[in-house]
């Protein structure tokens, strides 16, 4: 059996969030909305999830979400 390990770490900058929500809606396995600012639920996230929280990234209003 194979195990593909590969993860990426998503980060939200809170000085920026406006807590729109979008990311939450585009990937709620991912992110999540804590106080009105968005909170990153799964680090590192698993490669199944990559795909949606890299479009939640994008879609970000303020450019609040980054990943290394
Ligand atoms: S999409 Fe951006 S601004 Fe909106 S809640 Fe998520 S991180 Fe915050």
Redesign the pocket.
């Given at each position: 059996m194979k195990f593909n390990w590969a993860s990426i770490k998503f980060k939200?900058d809170i000085e920026?969030?406006?807590?729109?929500?979008?990311?939450?809606a585009k990937c709620p396995e991912v992110?999540e909305?804590v106080d009105n600012?968005?909170q990153v639920k799964l680090d590192p996230v698993p490669e199944e999830f990559q795909e949606g929280a890299l479009e939640?990234e994008d879609?970000?209003?303020?450019q609040?979400?980054s990943h290394e």
């Open positions: 939200v920026l969030c406006i807590g729109c929500g979008a990311c939450e992110f909305l600012k968005s939640a879609n970000c209003p303020v609040a979400i």
